[in-house]
């Protein structure tokens, strides 16, 4: 079964940080680039982050810039996303997801492309960000 699971969500104050971690079975881990998503309360999800399929690679949404770092571990089967400075709109469920197996191919071309193209999607883990 081709899965995905994330952990490492909970409840942190504004300016805080937290590292999600996404933690893949069933597939050959390292042919995939794969992202993070965010959906904030009452919004569509949104791509914020995607990691190419050998770490070489990486993309980010304007708005967290400076603040989101994206890595994986493939020996471990693993992508990592760390928010620093946290604030209240950072709030919301964050996914991970892997895209069509392209060996680097997706995330370069942007986090438009690389959403178009996923199959694999994880359960989402809550992130709340609340003084």
């Known amino acids: 079964q081709l899965q995905l699971v994330e952990s490492g969500g909970g409840l942190v104050q504004p300016g805080g940080s937290l590292s999600l971690s996404c933690t893949s079975s069933?597939?050959?881990?390292?042919?995939?680039?794969i992202g993070w998503f965010h959906q904030a309360p009452g919004k569509e999800r949104e791509g914020v982050s995607c990691?190419?399929?050998?770490?070489?690679?990486?993309n980010y949404v304007n708005s967290v810039k400076g603040r989101f770092t994206i890595s994986r571990d493939n020996a471990q089967k693993t992508v990592y996303l760390q928010i620093n400075n946290l604030k209240p709109e950072d709030t919301g469920v964050y996914y991970c997801?892997?895209?069509?197996?392209?060996?680097?191919?997706?995330?370069?071309?942007?986090?438009?492309?690389?959403?178009?193209?996923?199959?694999?999607w994880g359960q989402g883990i809550q992130v709340t960000v609340s003084s």
């Open positions: 990691i190419s399929s050998s770490g070489v690679y990486t």
């Open positions: 997801a892997a895209s069509i197996p392209s060996y680097d191919a997706m995330c370069i071309k942007g986090l438009r492309e690389f959403a178009s193209e996923i199959r694999i």
């Open positions: 069933g597939f050959t881990f390292d042919l995939y680039d």
